[in-house]
């Protein structure tokens, strides 16, 4: 049996954690140093035999319960599609999350489960002791309870759940290089689809919205608004803590970086500002509901997409998706919203 090694998609990115390495208090460092260690630790798994499991099941959940360790073949089932909620409020919320993320994929864009195969969706809860960090590693979903002093439970937070997932359906999908442009492309894909599954769990219309990614994994006592702004990129935080939010929000102010964990590999969490940016645009020039034509047109565009596809190329395949599916008014949207972060292609 041979097994391919995907990556792990954290929500939390490396360089978060490491600001918190130089936090006066003791107990924020080596809780953060040990979430750090742990990310590293972890192994993205998907087996040969992982497709064949999956198929068929229609996306059907299972919670099973880490009980603050990190062996998940031992942990225990506490909530599956047939049997009552369970006394865990944390497995009732990951239950709900996925289903809410699969539902949407289903109704809004006849997505059968992440893989459109009916991929069954697993969640362990309560992995590992304050683990900071929630992640997709190509097989299942991933949640820590966090530090209670900085982060919270994981499974709170229904666009982090959508995010980790959509990584799942870019994989099957343009299946995005997770480096430089394409990496930033392939984040900002999960961000964006991780809103849509957002706004339409609250019926909430593009100006109506707050695009802020993961308001809900940090604890009160953190001056954050959130991970990621869409609508301003560079402005979720600005605290002792993390440090500034480094999202760029034009091309003039791309962070070259290395292709290095240090470098966030090219600035995948960073210069995904720039694609968010533009589809906040995109769907608040068009108006309405998020994930129609604007869903629409990203979720095209990335089922045409490849491997390598840059910003340039995505521009360009949006603006070709958006007339082909729709007509003038939302291809100038997409020109015009390409166009504001600096980014040529569209038209
Ligand atoms: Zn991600």
Redesign the pocket.
């Known amino acids: 049996m041979s097994t391919v090694h995907t990556r792990r998609?954290c929500?939390v990115p490396p360089y978060l954690l490491r600001a918190l390495l130089d936090s006066d208090d003791g107990s924020v460092r080596r809780t953060a140093l040990n979430s750090l260690l742990t990310s590293a630790s972890i192994r993205g798994r998907r087996t040969a035999l992982a497709g064949s499991l999956g198929m068929a099941a229609d996306g059907r959940r299972t919670i099973f319960d880490v009980e603050n360790g990190s062996a998940l073949a031992r942990a225990a089932v506490v909530r599956t599609e047939d049997g009552p909620p369970a006394a865990d409020d944390s497995a009732n919320k990951a239950f709900d999350g996925l289903g809410d993320t699969r539902q949407f994929y289903a109704e809004v864009f006849g997505r059968n489960s992440i893989d459109d195969r009916g991929l069954r969706l697993n969640g362990y809860i309560h992995r590992g002791v304050r683990f900071n960090n929630a992640f997709w590693d190509g097989l299942e979903m991933v949640f820590g309870d966090g530090d209670g002093v900085l982060f919270t439970d994981f499974t709170g937070s229904i666009d982090v759940i959508a995010?980790?997932l959509t990584?799942g359906v870019t994989e099957h999908t343009a299946a995005l290089e997770y480096h430089h442009q394409p990496g930033a492309l392939n984040?900002s894909i999960?961000d964006a689809f991780g809103e849509m599954v957002k706004q339409w769990t609250l019926n909430q219309t593009a100006d109506e919205a707050d695009w802020l990614v993961g308001t809900e994994i940090f604890t009160p006592g953190v001056d954050a608004d959130a991970l990621r702004s869409m609508r301003a990129p560079g402005t979720a935080y600005d605290n002792a803590q993390f440090g500034q939010d480094p999202q760029p929000d034009h091309m003039d102010r791309y962070a070259d970086l290395p292709d290095t964990d240090e470098g966030d590999y090219g600035g995948v969490h960073i210069n995904s500002g720039i694609p968010n940016k533009a589809f906040y645009l995109v769907a608040t020039a068009i108006g309405g509901n998020s994930w129609n034509a604007p869903g629409h047109i990203w979720y095209e565009a990335l089922k045409a997409s490849t491997a390598t596809t840059d910003f340039s190329a995505f521009a360009a395949t949006t603006y070709a998706q958006a007339v082909r599916l729709y007509g003038q008014t939302e291809q100038q949207a997409v020109r015009d919203a390409w166009e504001q972060v600096g980014v040529e292609g569209a038209g």
């Open positions: 998609h929500i995010h980790e990584h984040e999960s």
